[in-house]
């Protein structure tokens, strides 16, 4: 098969098109035959060689969400069969014209959705239902404060968010793209560069605070991050672009009785990601058939012109989600 492989770590020109064979699959795994792949930073990361995948996972095909038509399927698997089109969360290799799922991380692809369209969601659908509804708990009425609203991560958060019940203000870093935040349903959108955050969140919610933050800026934003919040808020970290070294006063994590918690999702068992995946296929995925939920991609790119896709994700010039055309 095909594959954009990561020839050796460095930027983005080791990435480069390249015969493989096709992976195994195992009994309880389906083969895919991918039409599209979803670009992450954690694709970013795993190419400059700072992001090591975890044991099992393709240490040279990056690529953690697909979408595309079951090709095979495991002795074990009951629910997908041969010819179904599915979207999916995978651990590695998605870059390619095949990959193997474990059946569970399978999704039907919603609505009426493209390949391309449902090549864009797993990853942070995913990651969003894990860290906002289940580490977070964010309930109907509440608040929620999303760092980078235009990013993948972002749109996904405050459409559902929003469609949860919940009231959405997010920070980016231009006026352009706060504009297109609010557009989708965040009640407020902060430009992190002409203002500070910490002051407007406290000014529009009358000093409260907000429940939940949804942070994956880390660094100097963490004391700022806690200061935003309200009484019983909880802080949910799930990555550290500007730095894991930190310093925080902890007297307000004792006085308001904060929750400082985070994750990282791609060294879950199957067991954990199936159930994620068994939570977004009841709740989420009927908001694209009513058209509650959308897709967001900002731009596609063909399999041969991935170096460019990782160059887009780099620049953080996007809003909303970059995808691979690898049929």
């Known amino acids: 098969m095909k594959a954009i492989v990561i020839t050796h770590p460095g930027g983005p ?14 009994a309880d795994e389906v083969l895919v035959k991918v039409a599209a792949a979803g670009v992450n930073r954690p694709d970013v990361a795993q190419r400059k060689g700072s992001y090591p995948p975890p044991p099992g996972a393709s240490v040279d095909i990056p690529g953690l969400e697909i979408a595309g038509t079951v090709f095979e399927v495991g002795a074990d698997v009951t629910r997908w069969k041969k010819g179904d089109e599915i979207c999916a ?4 290799g998605g870059y390619a014209e095949y990959c193997n ?10 609505g009426k959705l493209s390949f391309i369209e449902a090549a864009s969601l797993p990853e942070t659908f995913f990651t969003v239902w894990s860290n906002v509804f289940d580490r977070g708990a964010l309930k109907k009425g509440e608040t929620l404060l999303v760092h980078g609203g235009s990013s993948g ?16 203000y997010i920070t980016a870093g231009s ?5 297109f935040c609010e557009e989708l349903g965040a009640a407020n959108a902060i ?10 969140i406290l000014q529009i ?7 939940v933050i949804l942070d994956m800026i880390g660094g100097d934003y963490t004391s700022a991050n806690i200061q935003s919040l309200a009484d019983d808020g909880r802080l949910v970290m799930i990555n550290m672009m500007m730095g894991k070294d930190v310093q925080v006063d902890l007297s307000p994590i004792m006085r308001k009785r904060l929750t400082i918690t985070g994750s990282t999702l791609r060294a879950r068992d199957v067991a954990f990601k199936a159930h994620i995946a068994q939570c977004l296929e009841k709740v989420i995925w009927p908001l694209f058939t009513s058209g509650e939920i959308k897709p967001v991609i900002n731009k596609v790119f063909p399999a041969n012109e ?22």
């Open 306 to 327: 991935a170096a460019d896709a990782h160059r887009l994700m780099e620049s953080s010039a996007h809003i909303g989600k970059i995808v691979l055309d690898l049929e």
């Open 205 to 211: 919610t009358n000093g409260r605070g907000v429940d």
């Open 175 to 179: 006026d352009e793209k706060c504009r």
């Open 191 to 200: 430009n992190y560069k002409t203002k500070n955050f910490k002051n407007v």
């Open 89 to 92: 969360l995978v651990m590695g």
């Open 101 to 110: 799922v474990p059946a569970g991380q399978c999704l039907p692809i919603p």
């Open 13 to 26: 020109e080791v990435l480069q098109l390249a015969e493989k064979p096709v992976p195994h699959y195992s």
């Open 153 to 168: 991560i972002g749109v996904a958060a405050i459409q559902m968010a929003k469609a949860m019940g919940s009231t959405v």
